[in-house]
């Protein structure tokens, strides 16, 4: 049976598979993209492979992304300490 036959004869089953498929690609696309802030070329290259993200590089991408947010608000701290103390405010 092929994929126009089962359609015209079976539809009803055609569209739950179909929609099967939909949800496990954007439940493997949004895995990809949760982590995209940790290093977004890989997980680009990740979503085009067609392939799960694989758990150990979730955490370690997990990890650079906090890295990173916790990187940018400490000089965002430092730069409203500096404005403060140079301009007597109290952002």
């Not at 496990?24 to 993200?53: C, F, H, M, Q, Y």
């Not at 940018?72 to 301009?87: G, M, R, W």
């Amino acid at each position: 049976m092929d994929i126009q036959t089962l359609k015209s004869q079976h539809k009803e089953l055609f569209d739950k598979v179909f929609a099967e498929g939909v949800a496990a690609e954007r439940e493997r696309v949004d895995a990809w993209l949760t982590v995209s802030k940790g290093n977004p070329s890989v997980v680009v290259e990740g979503i085009n492979s067609g392939k799960k993200i694989p758990l150990s590089l979730m955490m370690n991408l997990t990890k650079k992304t906090k890295a990173n947010e916790d990187e940018i608000s400490a000089f965002n701290d430092e730069v409203k300490s500096s404005i403060n103390l140079k301009y007597g405010l109290n952002i």
